[in-house]
């Protein structure tokens, strides 16, 4: 930790959620300020790795000047009040909970830059890119900094349009379809989140989550909650995505490019998980408590039909393509974060919140591996790679093959790297959940997940030998190892998931502190 002035971080948090869209208006300028390239367009991919590259930058000084000792007290906060008549505030801030999110949407963002900038998917011109790159970050590192309701679906909502259009224009094979499924999904849940965010903001006579949080649902009725629960938990669930609401994602992984997929996967997914800790569990507590064994039981459920559409996919002779198998393993990955959190335990939000940084870095590094594969190949259809390799990645690629054997043991979930132990701990909450839920329930749900860990183990451990094992061809395409700029895209991505694995105290001494006292009662 170093020290830094309070009105300093206040303006570097600032920073990171304005700088972006900054950056997204000056990238289309006909000259991006500053930059220069071979051509145009290079200039303006530039500009988006040297933007992304400062908010990286600024967020890591951020938690570097973050008090560790204080966790749970928000910190670098504005409050500036903006529509006095609703009492909407331009309320900003960063606790424990919050500043790892924030900095693993920098550091995604940055490294999806700087791989675009040597890879940069075919569509439309690279300003738009660029533009709409920037728009999402921005709508992202916001989600997680605002401390006001309104401020926060306006957040949420930002990110939708600058993903529609990478899905639609910068996709493969189904992109329209992907790209229409997706913002329909997502916008008619948020349709029903508003109506459930307004409720509480009325009744409560206040949208300022830290007061709201504080208050831990004493100003509103029972009923009040309930209702309210269930509107924002269906728009954050499609979000997430929870078991039924999850449809919309294979799709759209499937179609999007490759930096779409590692931003869907990676940041987006936990803006509505995140939604749950930061505003249903401590705002309307009450109303959460009725429905978390239902939110168990669809976590379970997601987590046992993801792991088997993707045994299915994985299957020899299966018409199973592997990014599509990554996406369902998302569903099921998702599910121990929201089984975490419905336990209502420190134990299990714990589990919850590390298990969303562990998925972020381990499925980001996934995608972009599968994207290389397919830059490589033309083709993510599981039948097509193992012909195109041999079945032998390992011998034709050997650090791409090593690289993807990585990638799979750290999502099923290996003791040592970050994948076990967020859902270990989600886990262990189940099997002591608070004193006012069903422990029986419970305990049938931590079974179930714990079966889940197996399937997982099962189909990651089948697309391991299928694509990577076997005796090298004396015949067939050869294919080229990881490029250097893959590597500097990919090795921070390794290193965190060795790191936060060997350590897991890093994250989990940020997130503990601020989660006791969330379920305890509030934020200060």
């Not at 979930?413 to 608070?434: Q, S």
């Not at 940020?510 to 379920?519: E, F, G, I, K, S």
Request: a neutral charge.
């Amino acid at each position: 930790m170093i020290d830094i002035n309070e009105s300093v971080m206040q303006f570097l948090l600032a920073f990171v959620v304005v700088g972006p869209l900054l950056g997204a208006a000056a990238a289309l300028l006909p000259a991006p300020p500053g930059m220069k390239g071979k051509s145009p367009e290079q200039a303006v991919l530039r500009h988006g790795v040297t933007v992304t590259g400062a908010i990286l930058v600024a967020a890591i000084v951020l938690a570097l000047g973050f008090d560790h000792d204080h966790p749970s007290k928000m910190q670098a906060t504005t409050d500036i009040s903006w529509i006095p008549a609703l009492d909407v505030r331009i309320h900003l801030g960063i606790d424990g909970i919050s500043l790892p999110l924030l900095v693993l949407t920098a550091l995604l963002t940055f490294l999806c830059a700087l791989y675009s900038y040597f890879k940069l998917p075919a569509g439309p011109t690279p300003k738009a890119f660029v533009a709409l790159l920037l728009v999402l970050e921005a709508g992202t590192l916001a989600t997680f900094a605002v401390l006001d309701l309104l401020l926060f679906f306006l957040a949420f909502e930002m990110v939708l349009i600058p993903m529609y259009f990478l899905i639609a224009r910068w996709g493969g094979e189904g992109r329209t379809r992907a790209a229409w499924r997706f913002i329909l999904y997502t916008l008619l849940g948020s349709v029903v989140m508003l109506l459930g965010l307004l409720l509480i903001g009325l009744k409560a006579g206040t949208f300022d989550m830290v007061a709201l949080a504080t208050d831990n649902g004493r100003s509103l009725t029972a009923s009040v909650q309930v209702i309210a629960v269930l509107a924002i938990g269906i728009g954050l669930a499609v979000k997430t995505p929870m078991w039924p609401l999850h449809s919309w994602l294979p799709d759209a992984h499937t179609a999007a490019p490759t930096v779409g997929s590692v931003l869907l996967a990676g940041v987006m997914l936990k803006m509505g998980t995140y939604g749950f800790v930061r505003i249903l569990l401590p705002i309307a507590p009450d109303g959460f408590r009725d429905f978390a064994p239902y939110l168990a039981a669809f976590a379970v459920v997601g987590i046992i039909y993801g792991s088997l559409a993707c045994l299915a996919l994985a299957k020899q002779g299966a018409k199973g393509d592997l990014k599509r198998l990554i996406a369902y393993s998302s569903v099921g990955h998702m599910g121990f974060v929201l089984l975490g959190i419905a336990t209502m335990t420190p134990t299990g939000v714990n589990g919850a919140l590390f298990a969303n940084i562990a998925h972020g870095l381990i499925t980001g590094l996934l995608f972009f591996l599968v994207g290389a594969l397919k830059d490589r190949t033309g083709t993510t259809d599981l039948d097509t790679l193992a012909k195109e390799t041999g079945a032998a990645l390992y011998g034709k690629a050997p650090r791409l093959g090593g690289l993807l054997a990585f990638g799979a043991v750290a999502s099923l979930g290996l003791p040592g790297l970050a994948g076990f132990w967020g859902e270990m701990l989600a886990l262990f909450g189940a099997f002591r959940p608070a004193d006012e839920l069903s422990r029986p329930a419970f305990l049938t749900f931590m079974a179930i997940g714990a079966f889940g860990t197996l399937l997982t183990a099962a189909y990651m451990l089948i697309v391991v030998r299928r694509v990577c094992m076997g005796a090298v061809p004396q015949e067939g395409p050869k294919l080229a190892d990881v490029h250097t700029y893959e590597f500097a895209a990919w090795a921070p991505l390794v290193a965190l998931t060795v790191a936060a694995g060997l350590w897991p105290k890093a994250l989990l001494g940020l997130t503990d502190p601020a989660v006791q006292q969330l379920l305890a009662g509030g934020t200060r």
